[in-house]
């Protein structure tokens, strides 16, 4: 398979823990995306990474979020002292920069990570 | 971004075609308007998108208005596997940020 994979599928985890998550986008990707989607909602869009650099930052993204990309090819997403209201599938994407008009290309999206804050 | 709004949920008879309607009226010079679907329990799916022209791929047909304050996604022949939320979006050149909003649960019927 080689489409975007994302570990782990679920974890549940108590208040005030730690957790971080894995994506592993499509490869040669050099853009990748991080989203939050609660129930009912769409995705809520959380940063952006242009090769190892990231690019931009929502303000969703609190203290406790931070997103790496040390190498250029998989991500983390880690959250810190977690809470209640963090309880959501979080949805990593990547796409490639093949410098099309308008500077975007289709995203291509993971199955997910789904958190659930105890 | 500009703001997208689109009906919370359509039915559309299985082989007729569908057509997903979103306004953005706000919408500026230099912003795309992409849809995206989203299955149950799955990741969204890029489907579409046009900055002023009329677009088709082997998935959907997008119209824009001439003014580019709306636009409609045409599903020319639904199946049962269309059953998704669907989602309007615009996009300004140069940013990657993208606003997905609530979109659209389209119901296909047999």
């Known amino acids: 398979d080689t489409g975007v994979s994302q570990n782990p599928r679920h974890k549940i985890t108590k208040r005030g823990q730690n957790v971080t998550f894995r994506c592993d986008p499509i490869?040669?990707?050099?853009?990748l995306y991080w989203y939050r989607q609660t129930l009912g909602q769409g995705p809520e869009f959380l940063t952006y990474f242009q090769n190892e650099a990231q690019l931009e930052k929502s303000r969703l993204l609190s203290d406790r979020f931070s997103a790496e990309r040390p190498k250029g090819s998989f991500s983390t997403l880690e959250i810190q002292r977690t809470e209640q209201g963090d309880s959501a599938m979080y949805l990593c994407?990547?796409?490639?920069?093949?410098?099309?008009?308008?500077?975007?290309?289709?995203?291509?999206f993971g199955p997910g990570t789904r958190l659930t804050v105890l | 971004d500009a703001k997208t709004t689109q009906p919370t949920s359509m039915d559309c008879a299985e082989g007729r075609a569908a057509n997903l309607p979103c306004n953005h009226s706000?919408?500026?010079?230099?912003?795309?308007v992409y849809w995206y679907r989203q299955i149950h329990s799955q990741g969204p799916q890029y489907i579409i998108h046009g900055l002023k022209n009329n677009e088709t791929n082997e998935m959907a047909s997008l119209i824009i208005t001439e003014d580019r304050k709306s636009s409609t996604l045409i599903l020319p022949h639904a199946t049962l596997r269309d059953t998704a939320v669907y989602y309007c979006i615009v996009r300004e050149v140069g940013y990657q940020k993208v606003t997905f909003g609530i979109g659209t649960k389209l119901q296909v019927i047999p």
């Open positions: 706000t919408i500026s010079g230099n912003e795309y």
């Open positions: 490869s040669e990707h050099n853009r």
């Open positions: 994407a990547s796409s490639p920069d093949l410098g099309l008009a308008g500077g975007y290309n289709e995203q291509f």
